[in-house]
C-alpha cells in the first residue's frame, strides 16, 4: 500500500511506483493531508465525490481545502481554499470543469476546477446541507437541510422551487433517481413520496414498512435503473423496495456484528444493464460489507476495527471506492482488486493424463479413455500396476459468472476429441468452453469506450425493423450493434448484421462484453471475405460452397439451376442468420459447438451439407417460394446427421476446391485494444455513406416537403371538414330555427293560455287581497280610533286635571290679587293723603315765598328775592321729589316681590311677562321723562308753558300711583285673554297720558298765578 502526504504542496503525483493493490485489502493509494506547522496535525477529510467519468474525484477537509484527484493521470491538483469546512460535494454537473460545494455558513458555491474562479453563490437554506443531488442531465441540483429542500437551475443559478416541511417531520434525504425524472423525498417518519421533476406533482408514495420489521430509515441507495430502493437505518435489517410495484419484496438481516448502518451504496457493473446486484453497506464499526441482493451472500468488505471508515464514494463505472477513514485520511481502493477471489476462473474442466514413455509399457500398450465425470482405467499387467487418478468434478456445483471466468489449461485437441465422442459440450460448461476456443481477451476498457459513444444512428430505430418483446433483450441487441458499428464503419451498413448476431446477443444477454467479442470473433474468422463484394452477398463464398456442392451432389445443384436457384437461396440465407432460423436452441449450439472446435472453412460446409441431408425434399421442390419458405423455416432434419456429413465432406473436398485453401486459420482478438477491421471496399463503404448522407438529406427535404404538403392537405381537408361541417351545421341550425319557430308557437300557445289561466288566478288572487287589506284596513282603522280615542281620553283627562290646577291656580292668584289690590288701595289713600299733606305745605310755602317776596321787593332787592325764593322752593320741591322717590321704591320693591310670586307659579306665562315688563320699562321711561320736563318747566318759569315745581311734584305722584293700581290690574287680566291684554294696556295708557296732561295744566295754572301775584303786589 502506498500512501501520499499533500502537505503544502498544491499539485503533485499520487503515486510514485505503479500501484498493485493486494487481494487483501484493494488499497490503491492512502492519502493524508498534514500542516507543516511547529506542530504538525492531520487535516481531516470531510466529503468526497466523484466526477461522471468515474476516473477523477473531489475531496474537501475541514480547513475548506478542496483537492481534485485524477486517478487516470495520476494527478492532484489544490482547486479552491473556501476558509471553512465543507458539508457537502458534487461533482458530477453538465459543465464537467464546474463542482458544488456546501458551507458551514448554510451557502452552496460553484467553483470551476480549471480557472479555479467563483461561478456562482447561492444561498436560502437555514440550516447545514448535508447532501447535495445532481440530475443525470447535470441541469438541475437539489440541496437538502434538516429543515427544507431545494431545487436549483443550474444554467442560471436561481432557485425553482423549496419544499417546506412541518418541523415536527424533518427530513432524511431528496434526491434524484438515476437516469430517470424523478425526485425521491424521505422524511423522518418514514414516509417515501416521489415526485415529477417538471411538474413537481407527486407521483406516488410507498406503503408504510410491515410493523414486524419496522425500520427507522436514515440511509438510502438506489440502483442504476431506478428499480430498486434500498433503506436501512439503526437496525441490522435492511429493506429493499421495488419503486415499479411500489412494495417491499425483500429484507435483508445483516450479521449479528451490525447494530446500525450508517452508509449503502450500490456497486455499478458495466455489464448488468443498471441493475446492480451488490450492495455496499457501511455499519457502526467501520467496515464496509458487500452483499449479493438476490443470493444474500457477503462478498467482500473493506475497513477494519482498527481502521474504520467514516464514509464511502463509488466511481459511476464501479472501478474504485474512496473512503474517509475516521482517522481523516482517504483510501482509494481498486473494486477488481477486492473482488479477485470471486472472479477467480473455477479449475479446469478436462484433466490430461499423460502416458507414460514407451519403454515402460507393455508390448500391448494401454489405453486410456477420459469423460467429464468419469476415467476409465486401462488394463492391469502384471509386470507394471499402473494407477490412473480419478478426477471428478462437482458437475452439480455452484458456478456462476462462469461467461466472467477466464480460460485457462484447455486443450483444443482434446476438446475435439471430447466433442466427437459426445457430439457437443456440456451444457453447463458449454460458455466456458467457447470462451477458451475463441480466445476472449475481455478487453473491458476498449469494449466500455465503445459502449460509451452511445447509440450508433443507425440503430435508433431498431425495435421498428425487428420488433421484440423483451425490452432488455432489445436493449442489448442494440447496444452490441451500436458497439460493432463504432467499431467499423461497414457494420452500420451491414443489413444482415442484427440476423447474425440476434443468437448470440440472446445467448449472452447478461454479459454484453462477452456478446460482443464472441460476434466480433466470428466476423473476423468465420466471416472472411464476405464484406469484399459489399454491399452485395459474398459471391466468392458462396461459389466456393457451390464448387463443393458441384462436386458432392451434382444432382441437386442441377436440379438448382433447372429451377433457376442460386446460392443466394440456398445458402447465403443459411450464412447471414447463421442457421438459426432453420435451427432449435439445442441443434444450434451443438452445430456451433463443433463450429467453434474446427477450422473457418467448418461453417461452408455445414451450409452443404445441411443441403444435401435435405436433399430429398428440396428434389420435391419446383416453385421459388417452396425453395424460399424452406431455407427460412425449420424442417424436419437431424443436427447429429448433418455434423456427420460435414466432417465426412472436410475429409473428403478435394484440396483445391476446399475451402480450408482460401480461409485463413483462427485468429483470437488481441488484448487490450480490438484490432482494426478493413476488410470490405473502403471506397464503395465511403461512396455508400456519402450517398446514403446525400439519400437522407433527400429524404429528410422529401419529407419536410411531404409534410408541407401534407400540412397543406391536412388544412385543405380540414377547411373542406370545417366548411362541410359549417354548411351542415347551419342546415341543422336553419331546421333547429325551423323546429324552436314551431315549438315557440306551441310555447306562445301554451303561454297565452297559461298567461289567460294565470290572469284568472291573478284576478282571484286581486280579489282575494283586495278583501284581506279591505279586512286589514278596517281592523287597522278601528286600531287606530281605539288608539286614538284612548289617547283623547288621555287628552281629555290630562286637559280636565290642567284645567282643575289652572281654576285652582287662578283662584289662588285672584285670592292673592285681590289681597294686594287691597294693599295697594290703602297705599293709594295713604299717598293720597300725603300728596295733600304735601300739597299743602306746598301751598303754605308758596304763601310764604310770597310774602318773603313782597318783603324783599319792599326792599328794592327783586332779583335777589326772587332768586332766593327760588332757590328755597327748588329745595322743597327736591325735598317732595326725596320723598316720592321713597315712597315709589317702596312700591317698587312690594311690586317686584309681588312679581317674583307671579312668575313662580305661571312659568308657562314667561313670555307674556317679559313684555309686560318691556312695556312697563317703556312707560317708566317716559313717565321719568315727562317728569324730567316738568321739573325742567317748573324751573324756568319764564317759559311760554308754564312751570312750578311744587305743582308737578306734587302731581307726579298721582300718576304714578295710578300707574302702580293699572299695572296690577293688567297683571291681573293677563290670565286671561293676550287679546284684552292689549285693550287694557291701550286704555291705561291714555288714562295716564290724560292724566299727565291734566297734571301739567294744573302745574301750569298754579305757576302762572304764582307769577301774577308777585307783580300785583308789585304794582
Known amino acids: 500500500m502506498q500512501s501520499t502526504d499533500l502537505g503544502n504542496k498544491e499539485s503533485g503525483k499520487l503515486w510514485h511506483r505503479k500501484p498493485s493493490p493486494a487481494a487483501r485489502d484493494g488499497i490503491i493509494v492512502n492519502i493524508i493531508h498534514s500542516s507543516s506547522d511547529y506542530l504538525p496535525k492531520v487535516l481531516r477529510f470531510l466529503n468526497v465525490a466523484f466526477d461522471s467519468s468515474g476516473d477523477c474525484l473531489i475531496a474537501g477537509d475541514h480547513q475548506g481545502n478542496i483537492y481534485v484527484f485524477d486517478l487516470y493521470g495520476n494527478r492532484f491538483n489544490l482547486v479552491q481554499r473556501t476558509a471553512q469546512a465543507c458539508t457537502a460535494l458534487a461533482f458530477n454537473l453538465r459543465r ?17 476546477s480549471v480557472t479555479k474562479e467563483l461561478v456562482s453563490w447561492m444561498r436560502g437554506h437555514e440550516s447545514s446541507v448535508f447532501s447535495i443531488s ?95 430502493l434500498a433503506a436501512g437505518g439503526k437496525s441490522h435489517h435492511l429493506h429493499l423496495w421495488c419503486l415499479e410495484a411500489k412494495q417491499l419484496f425483500r429484507i435483508i438481516q445483516m450479521p449479528t456484528k451490525v447494530r446500525a448502518i450508517r452508509h449503502l451504496e450500490f456497486l455499478p457493473d458495466s455489464f448488468d444493464a443498471g441493475s446492480n446486484q451488490v450492495l455496499g453497506v457501511l455499519s457502526q464499526d467501520g467496515i464496509m460489507r458487500f452483499v449479493n441482493i438476490q443470493t444474500c451472500k457477503l462478498l467482500f468488505e473493506i475497513g477494519s476495527l482498527d481502521e474504520g471508515i467514516s464514509s464511502s464514494v463509488i466511481s ?186 440476434f443468437p448470440f446477443v440472446k445467448l449472452f444477454q447478461n454479459n454484453q462484453l462477452i456478446c460482443f467479442e464472441v460476434v466480433a470473433t466470428l466476423i473476423i474468422n468465420w466471416c472472411q471475405h464476405w464484406f469484399e463484394y459489399f454491399p452485395n452477398p459474398p459471391i466468392n463464398i458462396l461459389s466456393m460452397i457451390e464448387n463443393v456442392l458441384a462436386f458432392h451432389d451434382k444432382e441437386l445443384l442441377q436440379h438448382f439451376i ?18 438459426s432460423e432453420v435451427l432449435t436452441r439445442e441443434e444450434w449450439l451443438k452445430l456451433f ?45 437431424d443436427i447429429s446427421v448433418v455434423i ?87 342546415e341543422l ?122 318783603a324783599l321787593h319792599k326792599q328794592r332787592c327783586d332779583d335777589l328775592q326772587r332768586n332766593a325764593c327760588y332757590q328755597e322752593v327748588a329745595k322743597l320741591l327736591l325735598e317732595n321729589r326725596r320723598k316720592e322717590t321713597e315712597v315709589l321704591n317702596a312700591m317698587v320693591g312690594e311690586g317686584a316681590k309681588k312679581w317674583e310670586e307671579a312668575k313662580e307659579k305661571d312659568f308657562h306665562l314667561k313670555s307674556e311677562k317679559k313684555a309686560s315688563a318691556l312695556s312697563d320699562a317703556s312707560r317708566k321711561w317716559f313717565l321719568e321723562k315727562e317728569l324730567d320736563d316738568a321739573l325742567e318747566h317748573a324751573e324756568h318759569p319764564y317759559n311760554t308753558v308754564p312751570r312750578c315745581q311744587s305743582g308737578q311734584a306734587a302731581s307726579s305722584y298721582v300718576p304714578r300711583t295710578s300707574q302702580l293700581k293699572d299695572s296690577s290690574e293688567v297683571d291681573s287680566s293677563t290670565h286671561i285673554s293676550l287679546n284684552q291684554r292689549r285693550v287694557q294696556w291701550d286704555t291705561t295708557e291714555q288714562d295716564l297720558m290724560e292724566r299727565v296732561r291734566n297734571l301739567r295744566q294744573r302745574l301750569t295754572a298754579q305757576a302762572r298765578n304764582r307769577c301774577r301775584t308777585p307783580h300785583l303786589l308789585a304794582t
Open 96 to 112: 464537467k470543469s464546474e463542482f458544488l460545494v456546501a458551507l458551514a455558513d448554510y451557502s452552496i458555491k460553484c467553483f470551476d
Open 733 to 854: 341550425l336553419r331546421k333547429a330555427e325551423e323546429t324552436r319557430r314551431e315549438m315557440l308557437l306551441q310555447e306562445e300557445e301554451k303561454m297565452v293560455q297559461q298567461r289567460q289561466r294565470l290572469a284568472s288566478v291573478k284576478r282571484e288572487l286581486r280579489a282575494k287581497e283586495m278583501h284581506l287589506q279591505d279586512a286589514t284596513r278596517r281592523r287597522f282603522l278601528k286600531l287606530q280610533q281605539d288608539q286614538r280615542e284612548m289617547e283623547l281620553r288621555r287628552l281629555n283627562d290630562e286637559i280636565e286635571r290642567k284645567v282643575h290646577m289652572r281654576d285652582q291656580e287662578i283662584a289662588t292668584t285672584a285670592k292673592d290679587l285681590e289681597m294686594r289690590h287691597l294693599e295697594l288701595e290703602s297705599q293709594k289713600r295713604l299717598y293720597e293723603k300725603l300728596i295733600e299733606e304735601n300739597l299743602a305745605e306746598a301751598e303754605q310755602a308758596c304763601l310764604n315765598a310770597d310774602w318773603r317776596i313782597q
Open 562 to 579: 433447372d429451377h433457376d436457384i442460386t446460392s443466394q437461396l440456398y445458402a447465403w440465407p443459411l450464412l447471414e442468420t447463421v442457421f
Open 644 to 730: 456427420r456429413e460435414v466432417y465426412h465432406l472436410m475429409d473428403t473436398t478435394p484440396t483445391d476446391i476446399h475451402p480450408n485453401g482460401k480461409l485463413d486459420a483462427f485468429v483470437a482478438l488481441t488484448k487490450g485494444q480490438y484490432p482494426v477491421f478493413n476488410q470490405y471496399p473502403k471506397f464503395i463503404v465511403d461512396y455508400q455513406t456519402q450517398e446514403r448522407e446525400r439519400i437522407r438529406n433527400d429524404e429528410l427535404d422529401f419529407l419536410r416537403e411531404r409534410q408541407m404538403v401534407e400540412d397543406m392537405q391536412a388544412e385543405v381537408d380540414q377547411q373542406r371538414v370545417e366548411d362541410e361541417a359549417w354548411y351542415q351545421k347551419q
Open 316 to 501: 459511476p463505472h464501479g472501478r474504485y471506492i474512496a473512503s474517509i477513514m475516521e482517522n481523516g485520511s482517504l483510501n482509494i481502493y481498486s473494486v477488481q482488486a477486492l473482488t479477485q477471489e470471486i472472479n477467480k476462473p473455477p479449475p479446469p474442466l478436462v484433466k490430461v493424463i499423460e502416458d507414460l514413455p514407451k519403454n515402460k509399457l507393455n508390448s500391448g500398450g494401454l489405453k486410456t479413455k477420459v469423460t467429464s465425470g468419469r476415467v476409465q482405467r486401462p488394463a492391469k499387467s502384471r509386470e507394471n500396476k499402473i494407477q490412473a487418478r480419478i478426477l471428478r468434478q462437482d458437475l452439480t456445483g455452484n458456478f456462476e459468472n462462469k461467461e466472467n471466468e477466464v480460460s485457462d489449461g484447455l486443450n483444443k485437441k482434446r476438446l475435439q476429441i471430447l466433442l466427437k465422442g459426445y457430439g457437443e459440450y456440456p451444457t453447463k460448461y458449454r460458455m466456458f468452453i467457447w470462451r477458451c476456443l475463441l480466445q476472449l481477451p475481455e478487453n473491458h476498457t476498449a469494449f466500455s469506450s465503445l459502449v460509451d459513444k452511445g447509440v450508433h444512428v443507425a440503430f435508433l430505430n431498431l425495435q421498428k425493423k425487428y420488433p421484440i418483446k423483451s425490452r432488455k433483450l432489445l436493449r442489448v441487441l442494440q447496444r452490441t450493434l451500436s458497439a460493432l458499428a463504432h467499431w467499423s464503419a461497414i457494420f452500420s451498413d451491414t443489413p444482415y448484421l442484427p440476423l447474425l448476431a
Open 134 to 228: 445532481v440530475h443525470a442531465s447535470g441541469r438541475y441540483a437539489i440541496t437538502t437541510s434538516s429543515d427544507t429542500a431545494q431545487l436549483w437551475d443550474l444554467d442560471t443559478f436561481q432557485r425553482k422551487r423549496k419544499l417546506n416541511i412541518l418541523q415536527s417531520v424533518g427530513i432524511q434525504k431528496v434526491f434524484f433517481l438515476p437516469l430517470s425524472n424523478t425526485i425521491l423525498s424521505c422524511f423522518k417518519d418514514n414516509s417515501i413520496f416521489a415526485w415529477e421533476c417538471d411538474t413537481l406533482s407527486c407521483k406516488y408514495q410507498l406503503p408504510a414498512p410491515p410493523e414486524s420489521s419496522s425500520v427507522l430509515y436514515k440511509v438510502f441507495a438506489v440502483t442504476r435503473d431506478g428499480r430498486i
Open 593 to 637: 459447438d463443433n463450429v467453434f472446435s474446427n477450422h473457418p472453412s467448418f461453417l461452408l460446409m455445414t451450409v452443404v451439407a445441411y443441403n444435401t441431408c435435405s436433399r430429398a425434399p428440396l428434389l420435391n421442390c419446383s416453385l421459388r417460394d417452396d425453395f424460399e419458405y424452406f431455407f427460412h423455416h425449420r424442417n424436419n432434419l
